[in-house]
C-alpha cells in the first residue's frame, strides 16, 4: 500500500480498491510476492473490457496485465490503490484482515532542489528492495508498505 498513512491497523478488516501486480509487472522482490489460486474473468462495463480475479471468501481484485480467464496461479501481490477508481469502473468487493505489517518497498532516491525554497523533486531509480519493518538504508525512499492479509467472509 501507499507508505501513508499507518491505517488500517493491525488486525484490523477493511475493504479495499486493489489490483494484482506480477512480480514481472513492478520488478517486485521475492520477499513481497506469493502464489494466490484464482478465477478470473473479464467484465463489461461501461462500453470496455476489465478482468477481475476472485482471489476467495467473495473477494475481487483488478488485473491490469493479464487477459486470460479462467482458473489460474497468480504470482505477484496485491496492491492497494485508493484511486484505482480513476482508472476501473468495477467496483471492489470483499474484505481483507491485516495480520501483520511486516515491512517496506524502498528505492534510491535523489533530492533535487526546486525554485521554492524548502522544496524539492524526488526521483528514484534502481530496483526496489525490500526491509522488514520500518528499516531503510540512507539514500532510499519509501516508495510502499508491505502488509500481510487474509481474505474474510463478511460474517467473520
Given at each position: 500500500?501507499?507508505?501513508?498513512?499507518?491505517?488500517p491497523a493491525v488486525g484490523a478488516v477493511f475493504t479495499?480498491?486493489?489490483?494484482?501486480?506480477s512480480s514481472e509487472q513492478m520488478e517486485l522482490p521475492a520477499e513481497v510476492c506469493t502464489e494466490v489460486p484464482a478465477r478470473v474473468e473479464a467484465v463489461d462495463i461501461d462500453?470496455?473490457?476489465?478482468w477481475v480475479a476472485h482471489l476467495g471468501d467473495g473477494f475481487i481484485t483488478m488485473m491490469s496485465d493479464i487477459a486470460v480467464v479462467g482458473d489460474v496461479v497468480l504470482r505477484g501481490c496485491l496492491v492497494w490503490d485508493r484511486y484505482l477508481w480513476l482508472d476501473f469502473k468495477t467496483r471492489p468487493q470483499g474484505s481483507l484482515r491485516i495480520l501483520d505489517r511486516a515491512g517496506l518497498l524502498v528505492q534510491r532516491e535523489e533530492w533535487t532542489a526546486t525554485r521554492h525554497p524548502g522544496m524539492f523533486s524526488v526521483t528514484y531509480?534502481?530496483?526496489l528492495e525490500y526491509h522488514q519493518r520500518d528499516s531503510g538504508p540512507a539514500g532510499f525512499g519509501v516508495r510502499w508498505k508491505a502488509s500481510i492479509v487474509e481474505t474474510v467472509t463478511p460474517d467473520n
Open positions: 500500500m501507499e507508505p501513508w498513512p499507518d491505517e479495499p480498491t486493489t489490483y494484482w501486480a462500453g470496455r473490457t476489465e531509480s534502481g530496483a
